[in-house]
């Protein structure tokens, strides 16, 4: 079945706790990218990857670091945490082929206390 | 820069309803433009699309006509059923570049009762 799978899928933790979020596809897609979703602001885009080893900023990526080092996988990490960063994450994964349809994981719900 | 508003919720039907959630844009050339649906507890599913001015996207009962003249891309369905409850996102993408980005809306909660 073609996923686009994150863990965890909720996660509590506290100010400055480095921490990492996975998301993997098994659709052999090129673009993966990260959004946060906030109450009242939709989704904004944190980070994007084009294809292995680039990537690149998007509208707010402040505070998280990515990498690409492998096509399938593309982990968000927060190497300080704050509690500003308390939002719900999707990951999402787009194939050349794929026309304009853009695969979401299921979510991660960070809390920063 | 480009913008989604889309009317704000909740909205709350009965079944059988029609429904009308508006969204209008700002961006400059020819974006393309997208109804996203997330039902509880999971990630956003793409309902329909339509890439230029015009066109109709259409999906399970939904329908959306791209309007150049007014920058609106409104969702509509002529009789709602309860599993459409979720939370509907309007959003643009700006053609060019290497970065699919959306731009997305604030959401509208829609809520069917039975």
């Known amino acids: 079945e073609a996923q686009v799978t994150q863990n965890p899928r909720y996660l509590i933790t506290v100010t400055g706790k480095k921490l990492t979020v996975t998301c993997s596809q098994n659709?052999?897609?090129?673009?993966m990218s990260w959004y946060r979703q906030d109450p009242g602001l939709g989704l904004r885009q944190i980070y994007y990857s084009m294809n292995v080893e680039v990537t690149d900023k998007g509208d707010v990526p402040e505070g998280y670091k990515v990498s690409r080092k492998e096509k399938r996988n593309f982990p968000l990490i927060l190497e300080s945490p704050s509690p500003n960063q308390t939002s719900l994450y999707f990951c999402a994964s787009k194939g050349d082929r794929g026309g304009e349809k853009l695969f979401f994981g299921s979510g991660t719900q960070l809390s920063v206390l | 820069g480009n913008s989604v508003t889309q009317m704000e919720g909740p909205v709350t039907l009965s079944e059988e309803a029609f429904l009308t959630i508006n969204c209008t844009y700002t961006?400059?050339?020819?974006?393309?433009l997208f109804w996203y649906v997330q039902y509880p507890g999971e990630g956003l599913q793409l309902l329909l699309k339509?890439?230029?001015?015009?066109d109709k996207g259409s999906n399970k009962g939904f329908e959306a006509t791209y309007r150049k003249e007014t920058t609106s891309f409104h969702l509509e369905k002529g009789s709602v059923q309860v599993s459409d409850s979720a939370v509907y996102f309007c959003a643009l993408r700006r053609g060019g570049g290497s970065n699919y980005k959306l731009t997305f809306g604030k959401g509208t909660l829609l809520t069917v009762n039975p």
């Open positions: 339509a890439t230029k001015a015009d």
């Open positions: 961006a400059t050339g020819y974006p393309s």
């Open positions: 659709m052999n897609h090129e673009y």
